[in-house]
């Protein structure tokens, strides 16, 4: 599909005379470096992208991005005062956890490999319009979309209003099979584990389908301030579970295990998190920019967002550019903040799990709190060249019921602490 795209865009460029007197190519390379505390994630991640322009408002973007993750990330069940032992999601071996030690799978690997591309033109004086699809591919996931917008100038192109839509179809081929929502985990080792692994399985592969929608303004205020507003809707349907993801039962009877995992035939009760199979998303978002006299910039920006899972967020990001000639410096200050999806539940009761339709115990979905603090360095080589590096400190702590009984003794919401490196040349 990209491919045939790729010939439709070439076949409308000028000729070869034509490209000689206007082609000029932009490149930026960049790589990412990514680290969580305590061994956890990391990341590593190199990208390229180039543009050709044409004139002025045409243009060819071709972007490639590949990227690989190691260590241990968590499975959602909570810490215990026993040891812990998990199944692999592939069925294949299994890992242990200490007590009162947060659950992570220790073999979380994955390569990520992803082609965009986008071509930018104008109708007329008053029209522009973009088009463009996107590839990733990793192990299990599969993503293909395609986009565009349109975009109409006003007010002697002082003003901008912008619609956009994009169109993706995912697949997903986790490893071990496609979970059952609310069906137990197998017990390692146990007699009837290959038989209890097969029937907690629905197929091997499912799809997602993801529309989104955005609607833009953008104004010129004066010579040095610019605003943006957009609102977006967003409408994901299909498999919308994580197949890795668990959820711990905890004992809610009277008792010496009072608040201790569950005991079922003999082991603790897990079960595979099931959420909704559609969700809808709505996002506003405004920003301005303001050049100062002296040439600093200051870039202010918030988000707002609200789902149909009962999940609201709110997003504001500060950054300062100092211009010091042929060098810049750019602090930034980033706060997110989000409430619990309806169904999220950092654990479920012995007495509340037979009557459950949908939950999960995934910290992205309960409430939480992340705090970025970056600054970024550049060092302008030329008029189209520019050297520079990011470094980024990332916090995050998240919130909810503390338990009863063993369990408050056990730290349910650990703090997530992550530093993230940039290098990049731009040419």
Known sequence: MLASAGCALLAGLPTQAQAAELDNWDFDTAALIYAESDSRVSAFEPVVSATRNFDS?????????????????????????????????????????????????????????????????????????????YLSSEHDYQSLGVN?????????????????????????NPEGGLPVGLSRTPVPDSATFTTDLNNSRD???????????????????D?????????????????LNDPYKIVSVIDSNA????????????????????????????ALFWQGKRQLDNGD????????????????????????????????????????????????????????????DEVSADYRLGDLDTYTLGFRYGYRMSQNSELYT?????????????????LTDQELYPDTAATMVTVGYRF
């Open 255 to 282: 008792g010496g295990n009072y608040g201790g995992n569950f005991i079922k035939d003999g082991a603790n009760l897990y079960l595979y998190e099931k959420r909704p199979d559609s969700r809808l998303k709505h």
């Open 57 to 133: 408002e045409t243009k060819l973007n071709l972007k490639f991005a590949f990227d690989t993750l190691t260590g241990a990330s968590p499975n959602g069940a909570t810490s215990s005062a026993q040891a812990q032992t998990f199944a692999r999601p592939s069925g294949n071996g299994r890992y242990t956890t200490d007590a009162g030690a947060q659950p992570l799978d220790d073999t979380f690997r994955d390569s990520r490999a992803a082609f965009s591309a986008s071509w930018s033109a104008p109708i007329n004086r008053d029209w522009a319009y973009s088009a463009g699809g």
């Open 297 to 356: 910039i200051v870039d202010l920006s918030y988000r707002f967002m609200f789902d149909d899972w009962g999940v609201n967020s709110h997003t504001v990001d500060l950054k300062y550019r100092w211009d010091l000639g042929k060098h810049y410096i750019e602090p930034q200050l980033r706060w997110y903040t989000q409430t619990a999806a309806d169904f999220y539940k950092r654990y479920v009761t012995s007495s509340d799990y037979p009557s459950l």
């Open 223 to 239: 010579r040095k301030t610019l605003m943006q507003l957009n609102y977006a809707l967003s409408s994901g349907s299909g498999y």
């Open 203 to 221: 197929g091997s592969s499912d799809d997602k389908q993801v529309v989104d929608v955005v609607l833009g303004l953008t104004q010129v205020i």
């Open 390 to 406: 990011r470094i980024s400190f990332y916090q995050q702590s998240s919130s909810g019921d503390n338990g009863f009984g063993g």
């Open 148 to 172: 565009g917008t349109v975009s109409r100038y006003l007010n002697q192109k002082n003003t901008t209003l912008t619609f956009g839509l994009n169109l993706s179809a995912d697949s997903l």
